[in-house]
Nanobody, 111 residues
Framework: QVQLEESGGGLVQPGGSLTLSCTVS????????VDWYRQAPGKHRELVGS???????VYAEAVKGRFTISRDNAKKTVYLQMNGMRPEDTAVYYC?????WGQGTQVTVSS
């Protein structure tokens, strides 16, 4: 059974940085893509970016150039490095692997 555990959320000031982690239990981690989503209050959940099994990445326009997704197959973990953060990045961030969602982690950008 696949389970995802996210960590690293918290409060950060505008312009600051934060790194989220998503650790996946179960097999075949290295064979699949992992997605990061976020959902702000009152808004739909949106795709932040994805990393494929070969470590190719794609990003939403809103985060391109500021956020970076990477993976460590030995640790079965995917990272979302967020730099130059803005108040509009405030949301609950989720990772998704093979149609299984993590529990989400709150990120708040505020002074």
């Amino acid at each position: 059974q696949v389970q995802l555990e996210e960590s690293g959320g918290g409060l950060v000031q505008p312009g600051g940085s934060l790194t989220l982690s998503c650790t996946v239990s179960g097999s075949l981690f290295r064979s699949y893509s992992v997605d990061w989503y976020r959902q702000a209050p009152g808004k739909h959940r949106e795709l932040v970016g994805s990393i494929t099994s070969t470590a190719s990445t794609v990003y939403a326009e809103a985060v391109k150039g500021r956020f970076t997704i990477s993976r460590d197959n030995a640790k079965k973990t995917v990272y979302l490095q967020m730099n130059g953060m803005r108040p509009e990045d405030t949301a609950v961030y989720y990772c998704k692997f093979r149609n299984v969602w993590g529990q989400g982690t709150q990120v708040t950008v505020s002074s």
